[in-house]
């Protein structure tokens, strides 16, 4: 990376310190059953098991963290489908300090309930007729709060970079890096990381065929828009990268590939009855996209980012028996 990246490995090994002892170190996966299935060796990086059940809270509580004290008493404000919702509301209240959270009226009851749990007050929007961003940061200015972006911000990307970091510092240098896409932050976070211990390492995105903005932006050398997805994978319906991590993923990220909702209820399945864990349909796009035979000249060793399980019982229930 240039001198002139707004973040570096270096962040991440910082937010590493930064969270240690604060975010779950969380375990890594395998399965005799899933390498045979899918022709590799693969390591599931279980973020489903992380603090709020997300990745998230690294990125929130890195953050909130480097505040100064006197902006950090005023309280933040952020906007969020769900994760990152829940992620401010906790590292808020770890760090002593409080939350308003905009989130979308359609937002899984259960995180909507969670981030209020965690104390957070919540204002809610509609996120097919109105703009997340304008809206935040007019609330966030209205009340001199601190915004904290969920993806589009370097201390954010610094901490969701942690992830990959304890994943590679356990497995060692991996062929392939499969990251969940929706604005950004991790897979720049987790390219950053991978880049810096083992260049040789692909780093593969992975977002739902009704969310493709990523992967469109990247085949076209900038930043595109397209229409708000109507997909199960909530937590990677977003319709444009970034400023801030396009320009990071240009140069880190090897490939996009793309997953069907219906590949992604397949693979939710899959983790349930042979790995035994609960991912959400974000957290399982990696997993789908290994299933459905997505990436290209198969690597021997892949690590992929089970991002989260944060998914109501009736509403897995309602998805896996389909």
Known sequence: MSDASPVSFDDVRAAAARLDGVAHRTPVLTSRTLDALVGAEVFV?????Q????????????????LPAEQRAK??????????????ALAARELGTTAVILMPEDAPRSKREATAGYGAEVVTYDRYTQDRTALGEALAADRGLALIPPYDHPHVIAGQGTAALELLEETGELDALVVPVGGGGLIAGSGLTARALHPDTAVVGVEPEAGDDTKRSLDRGERVTVPVPRTIAD??????PG??????????VDAIALVSDEEIVRAMRFAFERLKIVLEPS???PLAALMAG????????????????????????ELVSQ
């Open 235 to 240: 937590g990677q319906a977003l319709n444009t």
């Open 283 to 285: 957290g399982a796009t």
């Open 45 to 49: 990086k279980c973020e489903n098991f």
């Open 294 to 317: 997505r990436l290209q000249g198969l690597p021997r060793r892949i690590g992929i980012i089970a991002s989260g399980g944060n998914i109501d019982t009736r509403r897995f229930i």
């Open 51 to 66: 603090r709020i059940g997300a990745f998230k809270f690294r990125g929130a509580y890195n953050a909130i963290a480097q």
């Open 75 to 88: 309280g933040v404000a952020a906007y969020s489908s769900g994760n990152h919702a829940q992620a401010t």
């Open 243 to 252: 400023a801030l991590t396009f320009p990071l993923n240009q140069r880190l």
